[in-house]
């Protein structure tokens, strides 16, 4: 008898257990995260696999011609320096910005603000093509300039060095470390400043001592970002780079796969390379991060006293624009100029005005037009995915969900873009969709996600379990409350991580450099196509490509405005 | 003696209204004042300002003999050279510090030699009872400990006037008076010339050897705890400080026998009454405030002997306090609070007579 309640009772017990975890909700939530743990784990290890395998059989040839080849290991030192320049380049640039945006009073903060998050949203490959036009020997637009004023031509920048592929990169990428300092600086207790002040610190001692320590975990996050991000840049290594015969791993790896004769393996095992200094750069992180670990102190209820810089505001107006003159408008100008010739030499004439440029790109030219329409579907469609999938996963409130989640989002961001693409194509490339455009939706999906996913996330924490709840136990279903209750308010979220991640497809373009094919082009890739070919029709391509990208952000901002969100990277 | 820190004229705006409004007040040396008041008053401005971290309109600021600001001249000395020291609300500990860094960071600032500085941390740390923490990480201690790690910090450079901005607040009760004790202590040990801003007035006058009641950014009153306990100028000052009964009522006569009291009529007709209390600040206006504390209240047993200064009334609620009892009484004029020492029962709705001390109830102008 007894035995028999017993049995009953677990039996039952099983059943509410199976009831629980089948919970649609759930089962939706795990269905994805395998999905995607797949997507991510599957291409990583057919890349492994090629990486230690020759003709079917396991082998270390590829690992070995590195070693052999002529340049490769003078490339993984250039990676390096490359990297490492650009980290600490763009922090030199986006901090101080930062710093003067969000603490000081600066004159016309709000236009400034907005103006120095722009070259998020022109690609790095445009702006390196630009500053190319204005800086290539002779024929640049600045450097014609500045000879006729009797600039010595050996004082010259080299648009095609080590130095400039530095700085390019430095200006491009700063915007990423502007928004991790401008975060941090505005959640820092201004007090944690003032009492050093008091203390007996000077103003720099105080910036040196107190805020750059202080905010010292976000500024490594956003550093340890654009690390990871310039090893696997294919921008500016292939628009100012390959002309110069600076090549870097990136470079290396996509012409191993591109060009006769192919080395797959040999490609594959660069790629681990890259991920190896890449994943050095996470460590040197980790280490720093571990010695100083401290939660930032926020300051609640506390009106953060802008910094009184007296005459100097107009130094700091004239530091942060003359930034945006270089990033944003300089590079614009050339642009729409070059594109405005019928062909270029050099300087703007009246007399080769044309309109043909922009007429045969939008209307004419098969690539052209093809790319246009290739870029709006497979972004959109990326896009769509992955706040969709965002938007499921961002629903889990329990510990061992989100700690996961927060693993399956990283992994993406520490495989530099190349590799990724190299990875993807290693995937699929005796598959169907090889040769078509869901290849390239799939690396958009998979490696960018982790931007909608971040953005609906914060979104997400604003939002009180509660209400959700509260709607669960008055007996709406889990779909019901979910569409009655949280999208609504999840909406402007939704929104605004939408346009961002459309923007950063849009403008991607080391990972699809690896994926397309003929017909499957997208527009960056077809800057590269035009690059040694048509700098006019280039120049009239990538100013309709920017004034693109420049009306979603002009969305964009108006819709975080209205909902005091930021831009989440 | 010349007053160690002089604040004169004072005025500072935010945009369209003063947040500090002509202050001027001095402070003696090794004495603290505190900055008194509701919130948004003006208190933290006007300690700023002192400090250098606000820069006001108009006004001179003279710590030492030497002029820190002074609006008029176009003087303005930055916070770092005016030798202050600083508690501030939010503890505001640097967490990339060690205790012992934060401490020691004033003297490095002023480029101490390195056995001078551990011996000097070692002292502050010692004066603020945390002798063993140097090495932990600030941010591991517990709130009360942090903001005695900020009180050494302010105290370790020597300063000549020491800020301190709600340094209590966000603490709990029981260790807000622990702390209280523990900084008049320090403060008499170390002897320091100090501004201490509050909201909290029992803090206020436990603490300062002179109180600034603020409002709307300008000085309400200055004086000692019992002096503004006992003799407050204005209404708001004998409101914000402890409990009032407040009662409205009309000048009838002046005491002939050259005591300063004044008689005063509460209410009208049959149930009008007359008061005979000080004179306080209350000028030979009509209108007259008496303010009377609820332990300046006797409750009479029984009916009264006489009318004089008597109020009757019907108990409304009764609550034991521990140390006292306090009755909520219903009478013509308001509900007021009468205090009796230890327990007490009344019944509710029971009618009582109340003895007002006329020795103590003091007049002050209607508003
Ligand atoms: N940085 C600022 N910008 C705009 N207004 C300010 C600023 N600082 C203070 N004010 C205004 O000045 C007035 C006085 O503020 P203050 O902080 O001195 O008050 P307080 O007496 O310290 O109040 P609390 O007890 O709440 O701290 C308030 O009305 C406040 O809104
Ligand atoms: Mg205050």
Same mark, same amino acid.
């Given at each position: 008898?007894?035995?028999?309640?017993?049995?009953?009772?677990?039996?039952?017990?099983?059943?509410?257990?199976?009831?629980?975890?089948?919970?649609?909700?759930?089962?939706?939530?795990?269905?994805?995260?395998?999905?995607?743990?797949?997507?991510?784990?599957?291409?990583?290890?057919?890349?492994?696999?090629?990486?230690?395998?020759?003709?079917?059989?396991?082998?270390?040839?590829?690992?070995?011609?590195?070693?052999?080849?002529?340049?490769?290991?003078?490339?993984?030192?250039?990676?390096?320096?490359?990297?490492?320049?650009?980290?600490?380049?763009?922090?030199?640039?986006?901090?101080?910005?930062?710093?003067?945006?969000?603490?000081?009073?600066?004159?016309?903060?709000?236009?400034?603000?907005?103006?120095?998050?722009?070259?998020?949203?022109?690609?790095?490959?445009?702006?390196?093509?630009?500053?190319?036009?204005?800086?290539?020997?002779?024929?640049?637009?600045?450097?014609?300039?500045?000879?006729?004023?009797?600039?010595?031509?050996?004082?010259?920048?080299?648009?095609?060095?080590?130095?400039?592929?530095?700085?390019?990169?430095?200006?491009?990428?700063?915007?990423?470390?502007?928004l991790y300092a401008v975060a941090s600086l505005r959640q820092m207790d201004p007090s944690l400043e003032e009492v050093a002040r008091i203390?007996?610190?000077?103003?720099?001692?105080?910036?040196?001592?107190?805020?750059?320590?202080?905010?010292?975990?976000?500024?490594?996050?956003?550093?340890?970002?654009?690390?990871?991000?310039?090893?696997?840049?294919?921008?500016?290594?292939?628009?100012?780079?390959?002309?110069?015969?600076?090549?870097?791993?990136?470079?290396?790896?996509?012409?191993?796969?591109?060009?006769?004769?192919?080395?797959?393996?040999?490609?594959?095992?660069?790629?681990?390379?890259?991920?190896?200094?890449?994943?050095?750069?996470?460590?040197?992180?980790?280490?720093?991060?571990?010695?100083?670990?401290?939660?930032?102190?926020?300051?609640?209820?506390?009106?953060?006293?802008?910094?009184?810089?007296?005459?100097?505001?107009?130094?700091?107006?004239?530091?942060?624009?003359?930034?945006?003159?270089?990033?944003?408008?300089?590079?614009?100008?050339?642009?729409?100029?070059?594109?405005?010739?019928?062909?270029?030499?050099?300087?703007?004439?009246?007399?080769?005005?044309?309109?043909?440029?922009?007429?045969?790109?939008?209307?004419?030219?098969?690539?052209? !037009?093809?790319? +246009?329409? =290739?870029? @709006?579907?497979?972004?959109?469609? #990326?896009?769509? %995915?992955?706040? &969709?999938?965002? /938007?499921?996963?961002?629903?889990?409130?329990?510990?061992?969900?989100?700690?996961?989640?927060?693993?399956?989002?990283?992994?993406?961001?520490?495989?530099?873009?190349?590799?990724?693409?190299?990875?993807?194509?290693?995937?699929?490339? !005796?598959?169907? +969709?090889? =040769?078509? @455009?869901?290849?390239?939706?799939? #690396?958009?999906? %998979?490696?960018? &996600?982790?931007? /909608?996913?971040?953005?609906?996330?914060?979104?997400?924490?604003?939002?009180?379990?509660?209400?959700?709840?509260?709607?669960?136990?008055?007996?709406?279903?889990?779909?019901?409350?979910?569409?009655?209750?949280?999208?609504?308010?999840?909406?402007?979220? +939704?929104?605004?991580?939408?346009?961002?991640?459309?923007?950063?497809?849009?403008?991607?373009?080391?990972?699809?450099?690896?994926?397309?094919?003929?017909?499957?082009?997208?527009?960056?890739?077809?800057?590269?196509?035009?690059?040694?070919?048509?700098?006019?029709?280039?120049?009239?391509?990538?100013?309709?490509?920017?004034?693109?990208?420049?009306?979603?952000?002009? +969305?964009?901002?108006?819709?975080?405005?209205?909902?005091?969100?930021?831009?989440?990277? | 003696?010349?007053?160690?820190?002089?604040?004169?004229?004072?005025?500072?705006?935010?945009?369209?209204?003063?947040?500090?409004?002509?202050?001027?007040?001095?402070?003696?040396?090794?004495?603290?004042?505190?900055?008194?008041?509701?919130?948004?008053?003006?208190?933290?401005?006007?300690?700023?300002?002192?400090?250098?971290?606000?820069?006001?309109?108009?006004?001179?600021?003279?710590?030492?003999?030497?002029?820190?600001?002074?609006?008029?001249?176009?003087?303005?000395?930055?916070?770092?050279?005016?030798?202050?020291?600083?508690?501030?609300?939010?503890?505001?500990?640097?967490?990339?510090?060690?205790?012992?860094?934060?401490?020691?960071?004033?003297?490095?600032?002023?480029?101490?030699?390195?056995?001078?500085?551990?011996?000097?941390?070692?002292?502050?740390?010692?004066?603020?009872?945390?002798?063993?923490?140097?090495?932990?990480?600030?941010?591991?201690?517990?709130?009360?400990?942090?903001?005695?790690?900020?009180?050494?910090?302010?105290?370790?450079?020597?300063?000549?006037?020491?800020?301190?901005?709600?340094?209590?607040?966000?603490?709990?009760?029981?260790?807000?008076?622990?702390?209280?004790?523990?900084?008049?202590?320090?403060?008499?040990?170390?002897?320091?010339?100090?501004?201490?801003?509050?909201?909290?007035?029992?803090?206020?006058?436990?603490?300062?050897?002179?109180?600034?009641?603020?409002?709307?950014?300008?000085?309400?009153?200055?004086?000692?705890?019992?002096?503004?306990?006992?003799?407050?100028?204005?209404?708001?000052?004998?409101?914000?400080?402890?409990?009032?009964?407040?009662?409205?009522?009309?000048?009838?006569?002046?005491?002939?026998?050259?005591?300063?009291?004044?008689?005063?009529?509460?209410?009208?007709?049959?149930?009008?009454?007359?008061?005979?209390?000080?004179?306080?600040?209350?000028?030979?206006?009509?209108?007259?405030?008496?303010?009377?504390?609820?332990?300046?209240?006797?409750?009479?047993?029984?009916?009264?002997?006489?009318?004089?200064?008597?109020?009757?009334?019907?108990?409304?609620?009764?609550?034991?306090?521990?140390?006292?009892?306090?009755?909520?009484?219903?009478?013509?004029?308001?509900?007021?609070?009468?205090?009796?020492d230890g327990a007490a029962e009344f019944e509710d709705g029971q009618e009582i007579f109340m003895e007002i001390d006329g020795g103590k109830?003091?007049?002050?102008?209607?508003?």
């Amino acid at each position: 008898m007894i035995e028999l309640t017993a049995a009953s009772s677990s039996a039952s017990r099983t059943r509410a257990f199976f009831a629980e975890s089948l919970r649609i909700d759930k089962l939706v939530f795990w269905a994805v995260v395998v999905l995607l743990a797949v997507a991510i784990l599957y291409p990583a290890s057919m890349s492994v696999y090629a990486a230690f395998t020759e003709r079917g059989s396991f082998s270390l040839g590829g690992f070995g011609r590195i070693l052999e080849h002529p340049s490769v290991r003078k490339e993984i030192v250039t990676t390096i320096i490359f990297a490492a320049g650009a980290t600490l380049g763009a922090t030199a640039i986006g901090v101080p910005l930062a710093w003067i945006n969000a603490r000081t009073d600066v004159p016309a903060r709000q236009f400034l603000e907005i103006l120095c998050v722009i070259p998020l949203f022109i690609s790095a490959f445009v702006g390196a093509m630009a500053w190319r036009l204005l800086l290539v020997p002779r024929a640049g637009m600045l450097t014609r300039m500045l000879t006729d004023w009797g600039w010595p031509t050996e004082l010259l920048p080299d648009v095609y060095s080590i130095t400039s592929m530095i700085v390019i990169q430095s200006i491009f990428y700063s915007p990423f470390m502007y928004l991790y300092a401008v975060a941090s600086l505005r959640q820092m207790d201004p007090s944690l400043e003032e009492v050093a002040r008091i203390h007996g610190a000077s103003l720099w001692q105080t910036i040196w001592r107190i805020t750059l320590s202080v905010n010292g975990p976000a500024l490594l996050s956003g550093m340890v970002l654009v690390f990871v991000f310039t090893v696997g840049t294919l921008e500016i290594p292939m628009a100012l780079g390959v002309a110069g015969g600076n090549y870097v791993l990136a470079t290396r790896i996509w012409t191993l796969m591109s060009y006769y004769p192919q080395d797959l393996a040999m490609a594959a095992s660069l790629g681990i390379l890259a991920i190896v200094i890449a994943g050095t750069g996470i460590l040197i992180q980790q280490r720093l991060l571990g010695e100083r670990k401290f939660t930032t102190v926020t300051g609640k209820g506390y009106r953060a006293k802008r910094i009184q810089l007296g005459r100097g505001r107009w130094v700091a107006f004239g530091l942060v624009f003359s930034y945006v003159l270089i990033a944003v408008i300089a590079p614009l100008v050339v642009l729409v100029l070059v594109g405005l010739q019928k062909y270029w030499g050099g300087i703007f004439k009246l007399d080769l005005f044309t309109l043909d440029n922009f007429r045969s790109v939008m209307f004419e030219y098969d690539v052209t !037009r093809r790319a +246009i329409v =290739n870029s @709006l579907v497979a972004c959109s469609a #990326a896009a769509t %995915i992955a706040v &969709f999938l965002s /938007a499921i996963l961002s629903q889990t409130r329990s510990r061992r969900g989100e700690s996961l989640m927060g693993l399956l989002v990283l992994l993406p961001i520490a495989i530099p873009g190349a590799v990724f693409g190299m990875m993807v194509l290693f995937a699929f490339v !005796r598959t169907p +969709i090889y =040769n078509t @455009l869901y290849i390239i939706i799939f #690396a958009y999906v %998979i490696g960018y &996600f982790y931007l /909608a996913y971040r953005a609906i996330y914060s979104v997400r924490l604003s939002i009180h379990d509660e209400l959700e709840q509260s709607a669960r136990i008055h007996g709406a279903t889990w779909w019901q409350s979910t569409r009655k209750i949280l999208l609504p308010l999840l909406k402007p979220g +939704i929104f605004s991580a939408w346009l961002m991640t459309f923007v950063i497809l849009v403008r991607e373009f080391s990972s699809v450099m690896f994926l397309y094919r003929n017909g499957t082009e997208v527009m960056s890739v077809v800057f590269f196509l035009l690059m040694e070919r048509h700098s006019a029709r280039l120049a009239a391509f990538m100013v309709i490509q920017t004034v693109l990208l420049l009306i979603v952000m002009a +969305i964009f901002q108006r819709i975080s405005y209205r909902n005091s969100e930021t831009i989440t990277v | 003696m010349a007053a160690f820190v002089a604040v004169e004229g004072l005025r500072k705006t935010f945009g369209q209204s003063w947040a500090v409004d002509d202050v001027n007040f001095e402070v003696e040396e090794g004495k603290l004042l505190v900055l008194l008041g509701p919130s948004g008053c003006g208190k933290t401005t006007t300690l700023r300002c002192v400090g250098g971290l606000e820069q006001p309109e108009h006004g001179r600021i003279v710590i030492d003999g030497e002029d820190v600001t002074n609006a008029a001249k176009g003087l303005f000395l930055q916070p770092n050279v005016r030798g202050m020291g600083m508690v501030a609300q939010s503890y505001a500990i640097w967490p990339h510090m060690n205790v012992f860094e934060n401490v020691a960071f004033p003297l490095r600032m002023q480029k101490f030699g390195k056995s001078e500085i551990s011996e000097r941390v070692r002292e502050a740390l010692n004066v603020v009872r945390l002798g063993e923490l140097g090495g932990r990480n600030a941010t591991d201690l517990s709130g009360g400990q942090q903001q005695r790690v900020a009180l050494a910090r302010a105290i370790v450079g020597r300063p000549k006037v020491l800020l301190f901005d709600e340094p209590l607040s966000n603490l709990d009760a029981k260790l807000r008076e622990e702390m209280r004790y523990l900084l008049k202590d320090i403060q008499r040990e170390i002897k320091i010339t100090a501004i201490y801003v509050t909201h909290d007035q029992a803090e206020a006058m436990a603490l300062g050897d002179e109180l600034l009641v603020m409002n709307e950014g300008r000085i309400e009153q200055r004086g000692s705890a019992k002096s503004l306990y006992c003799e407050p100028r204005t209404r708001f000052v004998a409101d914000f400080i402890g409990v009032a009964n407040l009662l409205e009522g009309t000048l009838v006569g002046e005491s002939a026998n050259g005591e300063d009291t004044l008689e005063v009529k509460l209410g009208s007709g049959d149930t009008s009454r007359i008061l005979k209390v000080l004179r306080g600040s209350a000028e030979t206006r009509r209108d007259i405030t008496i303010l009377i504390r609820p332990e300046w209240v006797r409750i009479l047993s029984g009916q009264p002997e006489s009318e004089n200064n008597v109020i009757r009334g019907f108990v409304d609620k009764c609550q034991y306090l521990g140390d006292r009892t306090e009755v909520l009484v219903n009478t013509e004029y308001l509900t007021m609070r009468a205090w009796i020492d230890g327990a007490a029962e009344f019944e509710d709705g029971q009618e009582i007579f109340m003895e007002i001390d006329g020795g103590k109830c003091i007049a002050l102008p209607a508003n």
